[in-house]
């Protein structure tokens, strides 16, 4: 299965604080995603890399992408409140294809 | 620009009954997905369109689950007869082209049942 897998599945930090999750996977990809759920919502896409893409910035985040590796890590700098969520990431195949990793819970504490 | 628009938004309903979810995309997104999200897991599609065409429907219990799309815009989830582990969220998401081709994809807020 191409199903990417976050880590760690949860994570609590301090606000202001900078937080790493990271995203394997199993098979070759021509895209990664990264969404954010809030507890009882829909999902929001928050940054795509492509397959020959190695870095993408976008605000507080940074998105890397290693396909050596087949791994992805999503950083996200100077931590609120509100980035308090559920981040999961989405590797798609060139058949259209886009499947969903467990996800990170992470919370931000005042 | 509207976003992706479910309903209804909670539905309670006892196992061997039937239930059924809208979902209106957004507009000209010619890519629509049905996924399920089973609390503290991550979505798994049980359906892709593409304008009113199956793409992938290869994780959808076609025992019990249906889904279609008329004239590739609305689309509607139906699920006859019901169990107790379809206790989840729907999800409805639509994108320009499918996700595979490097667009994002637009969620609704989702239909939560419960079956009892």
């Known amino acids: 299965s191409q199903q990417g897998e976050e880590d760690p599945q949860a994570l609590s930090i301090q606000e202001g604080e900078n937080a790493t999750m990271n995203c394997s996977y199993k098979?070759?990809?021509?895209?990664l995603q990264w969404y954010r759920q809030n507890s009882g919502r829909g999902l929001v896409h928050l940054i795509l890399i492509r397959s020959n893409e190695r870095e993408k910035h976008s605000g507080r985040l940074r998105v890397t992408l290693d396909t050596s590796k087949k791994s992805s890590s999503l950083l996200i700098t100077a931590s609120r409140a509100a980035d308090t969520a559920s981040y999961f990431c989405?590797?798609?195949?060139?058949?259209?294809?886009?499947?969903f990793g467990p996800g990170t819970r992470w919370s931000v504490l005042p | 620009e509207a976003g992706v628009a479910q309903s209804p938004r909670y539905k309670i309903i006892e196992k061997r009954q039937s239930v059924a979810f809208w979902c209106n995309p957004i507009s000209g997104h010619a890519t629509l997905y049905w996924y399920q999200q089973i609390l503290g897991q991550g979505p798994k599609l049980l359906i892709q369109f593409q304008n009113n065409g199956v793409v992938d429907d290869s994780q959808l219990p076609k025992d019990r689950f249906s889904a279609e799309r008329l004239k590739g815009v609305d689309s509607t989830l139906k699920i006859q007869p019901a169990k107790l582990e379809d206790s989840a969220v729907y999800l409805c998401?639509?994108?320009?082209?499918?996700?595979?081709?490097?667009?994002?994809?637009?969620f609704g807020q989702g239909t939560r049942l419960t079956v009892v």
């Open positions: 989405a590797t798609a195949d060139s058949g259209q294809n886009c499947v």
């Open positions: 098979t070759s990809i021509n895209n």
């Open positions: 998401a639509s994108s320009k082209v499918p996700i595979g081709r490097g667009n994002e994809a637009f």
